[in-house]
């Protein structure tokens, strides 16, 4: 979830909404499930919470059999205390501009800009300041010393800002590798439904056990269990049903059915943002090869991603079969078989810039030539089943266009 603490995937006292004769008055048990709970039960002691809470019978079984795990969301390391103290600097030089965050691409950027206003290039580093007879003819109301706390505090800051932003796409990356995009769920839509809730927290639960001891089973991902889908048929049932927010972590064919055409073009945007970025970390790794862990994160995170968005694609009636743009699978590095395959076709990164072109009968004429099947393998899914869905794909593509012309473009090509 966006910026949240650790998390227990379990609900003490939700599940007992699936018993509609009882409700929650109040909001404080799904808090507690997305911002954390702070005395870490056991898992029997959960469990049997989880039982006493109202649970129907038929679902008892597999809860005490179900293995909740605490798992922590990735959150933004602070910078607060370093943009403040270099705004308290910055506030003794005249039109000298004030520091925000709000990512940190923008921060980054701003930093860079605030040293240019300082007459020194971002990169020159603190040997490259000015002497004190520059100083005093530029900014003759900052003395030597003052001049440069301001730019260590700037230059540490920037340095800070590049070591955050690593941490967090690794830690991004290792989320959307088992979670798929619960990390941007905010807490206002967890709230909003807490049958949906309830789904949320058990999936991303079980997938953080799943990526322990099936690490490279994409299927193991994407399938649902018996239990998550009683979850996720109460929370499609609810009158509250926020599919928007399920399509964050799962886009079955049930869930984009009940997708309007506007939340379904802007998780098609989403996901394609996300895809984006991580075509662009994999053609890093790929080109260093120096980092296989960071690959098989990435991978990973990309799979999950690139399975969900073409089921939005195909659940929107886009025709992927003819498409020329066709995004392929990324193998692991623990997956030698898949790497033939992947080494014969275009990479994900040329296909999302129409550098070079890509389609199912490609991939499935290369998997066959490596003696993989291209369907079992989801190298090219068998995706036939949203054919059923009834939607004004003119309206889905004329909303994508609005969001996001790239993403559109490459839909319908």
């Given at each position: 979830?966006?910026?949240?603490?650790?998390?227990?995937?379990s609900?003490?006292?939700?599940?007992?909404?699936?018993d509609d004769?009882?409700?929650?008055?109040?909001?404080d048990?799904?808090?507690?499930?997305?911002?954390g709970?702070?005395d870490r039960?056991n898992?029997?002691?959960?469990?049997?919470?989880?039982?006493?809470?109202g649970?129907?019978?038929?679902?008892?079984?597999?809860?005490y059999?179900?293995?909740?795990?605490?798992?922590?969301?990735?959150?933004?390391?602070?910078?607060?205390s370093l943009?403040d103290?270099?705004?308290?600097?910055?506030?003794?030089?005249?039109?000298?501009?004030?520091?925000?965050?709000?990512?940190?691409?923008?921060?980054?950027?701003?930093?860079?800009?605030?040293?240019r206003?300082?007459?020194m290039?971002?990169?020159?580093?603190?040997?490259?300041?000015?002497?004190?007879t520059?100083?005093?003819?530029?900014?003759?109301e900052?003395?030597?010393?003052?001049?440069?706390r301001?730019?260590r505090?700037?230059?540490?800051l920037?340095?800070?800002?590049?070591?955050?932003?690593?941490?967090?796409?690794?830690e991004?990356?290792?989320?959307?590798?088992?979670?798929?995009?619960?990390?941007r769920?905010?807490?206002?839509?967890?709230?909003?439904?807490?049958?949906?809730?309830?789904?949320?927290?058990?999936?991303?639960?079980?997938?953080?056990?799943?990526a322990?001891?099936?690490?490279?089973s994409?299927?193991?991902?994407?399938?649902?269990?018996?239990?998550?889908?009683?979850?996720?048929a109460?929370?499609?049932?609810?009158?509250?049903?926020?599919?928007?927010?399920?399509?964050?972590?799962?886009?079955g064919?049930?869930?984009?059915?009940?997708?309007s055409?506007?939340?379904?073009?802007q998780?098609i945007?989403?996901?394609?943002?996300?895809?984006?970025?991580?075509?662009s970390r994999l053609?890093?790794?790929?080109?260093?090869?120096s980092?296989?862990?960071?690959?098989?994160?990435?991978?990973?995170?990309?799979?999950?991603?690139?399975?969900?968005?073409?089921?939005?694609?195909?659940g929107?009636?886009?025709?992927?079969?003819?498409?020329?743009?066709?995004?392929?699978m990324?193998?692991?590095?623990?997956?030698p078989?898949?790497?033939?395959?992947?080494?014969?076709?275009?990479?994900?990164?040329?296909?999302?810039?129409?550098e070079k072109?890509c389609?199912?009968?490609i991939?499935?004429?290369?998997?066959?030539?490596?003696?993989?099947d291209?369907t079992?393998?989801?190298?090219?899914?068998?995706?036939?089943?949203?054919a059923?869905?009834?939607?004004?794909?003119?309206s889905?593509?004329?909303?994508?266009?609005?969001?996001?012309?790239a993403?559109?473009?490459?839909c319908?090509?």
């Amino acid at each position: 979830m966006k910026d949240s603490t650790p998390v227990l995937c379990s609900t003490v006292r939700v599940i007992d909404t699936f018993d509609d004769s009882v409700t929650c008055d109040d909001d404080d048990a799904l808090r507690r499930l997305f911002a954390g709970l702070s005395d870490r039960r056991n898992t029997e002691d959960v469990t049997r919470l989880l039982v006493e809470s109202g649970v129907p019978a038929h679902l008892r079984a597999p809860l005490y059999a179900e293995s909740f795990s605490f798992f922590d969301f990735p959150t933004l390391p602070e910078l607060s205390s370093l943009i403040d103290a270099a705004n308290r600097h910055l506030r003794t030089i005249p039109g000298a501009p004030s520091l925000t965050f709000e990512s940190y691409a923008q921060l980054s950027q701003d930093v860079a800009d605030t040293l240019r206003f300082l007459d020194m290039e971002p990169d020159a580093g603190f040997s490259s300041r000015f002497s004190r007879t520059d100083l005093g003819q530029r900014f003759p109301e900052l003395s030597p010393p003052h001049y440069r706390r301001i730019l260590r505090c700037l230059i540490q800051l920037g340095q800070k800002i590049q070591q955050a932003q690593r941490t967090w796409e690794t830690e991004r990356c290792a989320l959307m590798g088992f979670a798929g995009l619960a990390y941007r769920v905010s807490e206002e839509d967890f709230l909003a439904c807490d049958k949906t809730a309830l789904f949320v927290a058990l999936f991303v639960n079980r997938r953080k056990q799943i990526a322990h001891y099936q690490y490279y089973s994409l299927t193991a991902r994407l399938e649902l269990s018996t239990l998550e889908q009683e979850f996720l048929a109460h929370a499609l049932a609810s009158d509250d049903s926020r599919p928007d927010v399920l399509a964050h972590v799962h886009c079955g064919l049930d869930v984009v059915a009940q997708l309007s055409d506007v939340q379904l073009a802007q998780m098609i945007a989403v996901y394609y943002a996300e895809l984006s970025f991580l075509a662009s970390r994999l053609e890093s790794l790929h080109t260093n090869d120096s980092n296989r862990a960071a690959w098989n994160v990435t991978a990973n995170a990309w799979n999950v991603l690139w399975f969900h968005f073409l089921r939005l694609l195909a659940g929107a009636g886009f025709d992927l079969e003819s498409s020329h743009r066709f995004l392929g699978m990324v193998p692991p590095c623990g997956i030698p078989t898949e790497w033939p395959v992947f080494a014969h076709i275009p990479k994900p990164w040329e296909v999302l810039r129409d550098e070079k072109p890509c389609s199912p009968a490609i991939t499935r004429s290369v998997c066959t030539d490596n003696g993989v099947d291209p369907t079992q393998s989801l190298w090219v899914p068998n995706l036939s089943e949203f054919a059923a869905v009834s939607r004004d794909h003119e309206s889905v593509v004329s909303l994508l266009s609005g969001i996001n012309p790239a993403c559109a473009t490459l839909c319908t090509q």
